[in-house]
């Protein structure tokens, strides 16, 4: 069974947008995904059209209205994650989209203005999704990052290329870093290691790239990778001889 997508949105002429092309795109129109888009707008019951109204307590802005929503979620409802992407929600890691790419697919609800009626996530057990610490003009931009993670995950899409466990976050470190020929540019030059052909030895120094780039760069990830690897009895003897 393939992955299947329903996003709810108001902008639905936005899909299948970046994921029509390249690998996404393909595996787009070889079936190994499919996309649905269901417009906010038709579910709206009053004469308007309205989808949302002024914020309770007030302050500016809109916010997206909970029966509609609750609505459009009804008429596309059938077992699959219902996630809405939100700020406020935890923010997206590969071992969710991991989880996601495994299962049948996703329902993502598409915010826009300042967002949600709170009262939907309760009522329709709603997961939100955030794509980072930065706030989006609307959820489609984060529906295109959470899709396209996924369906490079889905079989046959990338090949083993997305499988191995060296990249980031697969095995909570970045990945070390890439080069390739000319084996001299402006100057600099490709690690010796890299051009030895000794395979235990460019493990070694990829190993230990992934692990300091890591360190520099995101010490929150460091800590985590350290913190696992206390838990486990190996893990623990090992942190210890490190001091
Ligand atoms: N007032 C809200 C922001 C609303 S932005 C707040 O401060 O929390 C409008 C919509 O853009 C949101 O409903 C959501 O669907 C989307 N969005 C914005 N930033 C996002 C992020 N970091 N991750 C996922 N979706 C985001």
């Keep these: 069974m393939s992955f299947a997508a329903t996003i709810l949105t108001l902008y639905p002429e936005m899909f299948p947008g970046p994921l029509g092309a390249s690998l996404a795109g393909r595996a787009l129109r070889e079936e190994a995904w499919s996309l649905e888009t269901v417009q906010i707008r038709d579910f709206a019951t009053d004469k308007h059209r309205s989808v949302d109204d002024t914020p309770a307590g007030g302050g500016a802005g809109m916010v997206l209205r909970a029966d509609v929503l609750a609505a459009a979620i009804d008429s596309v409802a059938d077992g699959r994650p219902l996630l809405a992407m939100s700020p406020r929600g935890r923010q997206l890691t590969q071992e969710r989209v991991r989880r996601l790419a ?25 997961e939100p999704v955030s794509i980072g610490d930065y706030v989006l003009s609307g959820g489609e931009i984060g529906a295109f990052v959470l899709l396209d993670a996924c369906i490079r995950l889905l079989p046959g899409v990338m090949g083993a290329a997305s499988s191995g466990d060296e990249e980031s976050f697969e095995n909570g470190l970045l990945e070390y870093p890439h080069y390739t020929r000319p084996v001299e540019w402006e100057g600099r030059t490709i690690p010796e290691v890299l051009r030895s052909g000794d395979h235990a030895k460019i493990a070694a120094w990829r190993k230990s790239m992934a692990e300091s780039d890591t360190r520099l760069r995101r010490p929150d990830l460091w800590e985590r990778h350290e913190g696992a690897r206390v838990q486990s009895p190996s893990g623990a003897r090992q942190k210890k001889k490190d001091r």
Excluded: N
Excluded at 102 to 126: H, K, Q, Y
């Design 102 to 126: 495994e299962g049948p697919g996703a329902i993502i609800v598409c915010g826009r203005f300042e967002g949600f009626d709170e009262r939907l996530f309760e009522a329709r057990e709603v």
